[in-house]
């Protein structure tokens, strides 16, 4: 086993090894180093303005704790910025 | 006169200005240009996050204009361009405490489907079933598709969005997304950015007249002018951002750009002056010295009388340098 490949995922396009039991909200938390809640919200009670599609759907927020991550995955993490 | 809050899908805005967060690096000027503007409602773009990796596929207008703003604890991006702005702050930080609303956009899509994701996307990080839709049709004119539009539209209402779709100055298509159920109508003035103002007031006079939702005039502003233009067409707001973002001192253009719509929509509630070609004086001929006897109250030969528009010529008015000779049916003409 300890040759075999590292399992990923593609974070924004990005590949992260997947570890063991990671969830849509520790990959939330990974990416934007906030602490998140079981219901999909900043830790510190902040507006998060964060938003996940796996594989091209959404994940509601309520859902990112209990949504485990495979491999080869597609992970898009995305946020409000300035536009028209 | 009628208030002037703007009432759209039940809330309502005392601001007829929405104003576009794209093309100002630095948020401590946006936040003092939006402020300047008095607006209610700004747009966003829906974008991945920490774009230090790249924006992705989305190569649209606010995608090649974006700068990473969301909340962040400042130590993971330190590539972030906007170095004029506290590491801190955040264009959140900014609508928050502003209590200023937000429009998350789908810019940067080129099909329904895109632009389905992206409001979905959208509604899910900002909380807002409000949605601008705008799916362009190539990356040289972000002219808007109106066959994807009307696609995207049917759909998002379909699954509970207001639509406030971006859409082209035809009348036809503007009536075709009312019916689709937008919330709202935002036909361009001209392409996003070009800052050629209404090149079709026409167009847009007429989608304002037969609308039943907000019409929202919504792109190719350049100036104060063409935003006052826009609301004495009869449209309901005005939606701008690279007209203040990027004039050579945002702030104040954004404070002229407050004050143009709100002259522009006095001004359409006062009902103009029809438009003449032949001057009317607005002080009276009688009475004018030198000009022998003036009995009062007897206007003499129509003097005081305007004497109306062209064709006016007519062979009793033939002191008037201006008078063509009387044509061959010279019978018929009074004034």
Redesign the interface.
């Known amino acids: 086993m300890n040759t075999a490949p590292q399992d990923t995922i593609l974070v ?3 590949p992260v090894p997947l570890t063991e039991g990671l969830s849509v909200a520790d990959a939330v938390a990974d ?4 602490d998140i809640t079981a219901a999909g919200r ?1 830790a510190d009670g ?8 796996l594989d ?1 759907a ?1 994940i ?2 309520a859902r990112w704790s209990d949504t485990m991550l495979e491999a080869n995955q597609t992970v ?9 | 006169m009628a208030s002037n809050q703007l009432i759209i899908d039940g809330v309502s805005l005392g601001s007829r200005l929405i104003m576009g967060t794209g093309g100002l690096t630095d948020l401590a000027m946006l936040e003092r240009a939006l402020l300047a503007s008095g607006t209610e409602l700004t747009t966003v773009a829906v974008r991945r996050y920490a774009p230090g990796s790249g924006l992705g596929a989305g190569t649209g207008r606010a995608g090649r204009n974006a700068e990473e703003v969301a909340p962040r604890n400042g130590t993971n991006a330190a590539d972030h361009g906007a170095a004029a702005s506290s590491p801190r702050d955040s264009l959140y930080g900014i609508l928050h405490r502003n209590d200023i609303k937000v429009l998350p956009n789908t810019a940067g899509c080129y099909t329904a489907r895109d632009a389905l994701l992206t409001a979905e996307l959208g509604r899910e990080a900002l909380e807002t079933d409000w949605v601008k839709l705008e799916v362009i049709a190539d990356e040289d004119t972000l002219l808007p598709d109106g066959v994807e539009l009307l696609d995207a539209t049917e759909q998002l209402v379909a699954r509970g969005f207001k639509v406030f779709a971006y859409t082209s100055d035809d009348p036809v298509l503007a009536l075709h997304l009312e019916r689709a159920g937008a919330t709202a109508v935002m036909p361009l003035g001209a392409p996003i950015g070009t800052g050629l103002g209404i090149l079709n007031p026409h167009n847009i006079e007429l989608i304002a007249c037969r609308a039943s939702v907000p019409v929202v005039l919504d792109a190719g502003i350049g100036t104060a002018s063409e935003a006052a233009l826009a609301m004495e067409l009869g449209c309901d707001a005005v939606l701008l951002a690279s007209a203040v973002t990027r004039a050579q001192n945002p702030v104040a253009m954004a404070q002229a750009m407050r004050y143009a719509v709100d002259a522009g929509r006095l001004a359409r509630g006062a009902g103009r002056i029809a438009r003449r070609t032949h001057a009317v004086a607005s002080s009276p001929m009688a009475g004018r010295i030198g000009t022998g006897n003036d009995t009062a109250g007897s206007a003499t030969s129509g003097a005081d009388v305007p004497r109306g528009d062209w064709p006016a010529p007519s062979p009793v008015s033939s002191s008037s340098p201006l008078s063509s000779p009387a044509p061959s049916d010279s019978e018929s003409h009074v004034s």
């Open positions: 924004n396009g990005n990416l934007t180093g906030r900043a902040k507006p998060l303005g964060i938003a996940v599609a091209h959404v509601p927020r898009e993490i995305v946020t409000a910025v300035q536009g028209g």
